[in-house]
Structure formats: C-alpha cells, structure tokens
C-alpha cells in the first residue's frame, strides 16, 4: 500500500509553494497539524471543483485554510467560495495564507459557529465540503442540504475515521460513533446519491437528488 501511495504521490502535480508554506508553517505554530488535507486530497479537492465547477462553493470547517485554498484554485474565474471556521484564534493566520495565494479574492472567510452561520448565507451552493466537529456531522449535512441545488455536490471528510469505523466503539468515543451514524443514516438517504471514496481518511461524495 505505501508502494502505491508513493507511487500516486510521485505522479501528482507538485503542490503549490504557498501550499507547502502554509503546511509547514502549520506544524510549526499548530497543536493539530495533521488535521491539513495534504497534497494528495488537496490536489483531489481541486479536481473534483473543476469537475462540478461550481459557481458558489462552501467549506466547513477552514482550520488553516489548506482545503479552502485547494477549492479555490479549482474555482472558475467568476465563482466564490464562503469557508467557516470557530476557532477565532486561526483568523489572522487564515487571512495571511489567503494574502500568499494567488486565490484571497475568490473566498470569504467566516468566523464562528458553521451551524448558525450557514442559515445566514443567501446563496445556494453547488458544492460544500464539510471537514468540521465529527460529532456534528449529520446537523452540518442537514443544514446544509436545503442550501444546495438539486445536482449540487456535498464532500464529506474523513468517513472512514482511521480505520476506527470497523473496531467495537468505545462507549466514550462519540466522533467514532457519530461517524458511523452519519454514514448509516446516509447510505439510507432517498434525497441523496453518495459513495465513500478510500482516498487518505475517507471522502464521501454525495449529490442532492
Ligand atoms: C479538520 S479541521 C479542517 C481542515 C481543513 N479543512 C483542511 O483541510 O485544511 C476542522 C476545523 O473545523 C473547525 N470547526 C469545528 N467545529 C466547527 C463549527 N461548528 N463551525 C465551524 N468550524 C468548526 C475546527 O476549529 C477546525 O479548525
């Protein structure tokens, strides 16, 4: 398997060098580095925005706005992107690494709760990544889902949790158990089509109905 993963990472276009500054200067300054999607899901992200094209984009969950960043350059000239992030303490750090890019001007960054803020986006999206609280999964997709047109696409995050979705949960473990919720509950959803990609922790595509 690690083969292969070299063998994939070998033949990927090489991530930009704001990217690989923005990682760096993640793990320096960051408790969490590993949260950052990385170059291989980065890269994947950005393809998967040129594929939907989407005019409006949103992003759950910024933390140092490497995926943001990601969809953003997948952007077409004219298309925006909304990220949300809690965590008040990343915003100045978020908006240098946004300045770095060529992309600040295509994205908006919010700062605060994603579940309070979404109800007061006008917009209606074509594509939403949710990469936020585990625990929340379900509430971001639900609250998501009536913002999102018919055809539009939701990326969620991290679906196979490190393998810990087939272990016994420990009764503690609420994010493993949350995500073994949403998966169920999706995978039972008329609304939606989906699909687990087993790219890096686990990418589910879904597309409103
Ligand atoms: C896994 S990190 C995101 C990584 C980022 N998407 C990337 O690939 O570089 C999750 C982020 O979601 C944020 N978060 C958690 N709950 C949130 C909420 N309810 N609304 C908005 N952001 C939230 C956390 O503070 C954290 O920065």
Redesign the pocket.
């Known amino acids: 398997m690690q083969n292969l993963n070299d063998y994939i990472l070998s033949h990927l276009e090489p991530e930009p060098e704001y990217l690989q500054a923005l990682a760096r200067k993640t793990h320096v300054r960051l408790v969490n580095p590993r ?3 990385g170059h291989l ?2 890269r994947f992200l950005k393809m998967l925005t040129r594929m939907i094209n989407p005019k409006n984009a949103l ?10 960043l990601c969809i953003a350059e997948g952007l077409a000239e004219n298309a925006h992107l909304h990220t ?4 008040d303490e ?1 915003k100045d750090f978020i908006h240098e690494n946004f300045k770095n890019s060529p992309f600040e001007q295509k994205i908006t960054l919010h700062i ?4 309070k ?1 979404v109800e007061t986006l006008p917009e209606i999206f074509d594509l939403v ?1 949710i ?3 585990k625990r ?1 999964y379900w509430e ?1 997709f639900e609250a998501v889902l009536p913002k999102v047109r018919k055809g539009g696409f939701i990326i969620v ?2 679906t196979l949790w490190n393998g810990k979705i087939l272990q016994p949960v420990q009764h503690s473990d609420r994010h493993t158990q949350s995500i073994l919720d949403f998966n169920n509950l999706i995978s039972n959803d008329k609304r939606i089509e989906q699909i687990l990609v087993p790219i890096r922790d686990g990418l589910t595509l879904i597309m409103k109905k």
């Open positions: 949260m950052v999607s899901q980065g992003e759950i969950g910024s933390f140092t706005g490497y995926s943001a949300i992030e809690i965590d990343l605060g709760n994603a579940l803020i990544f990469d936020a609280d929340q971001y995050d991290n």
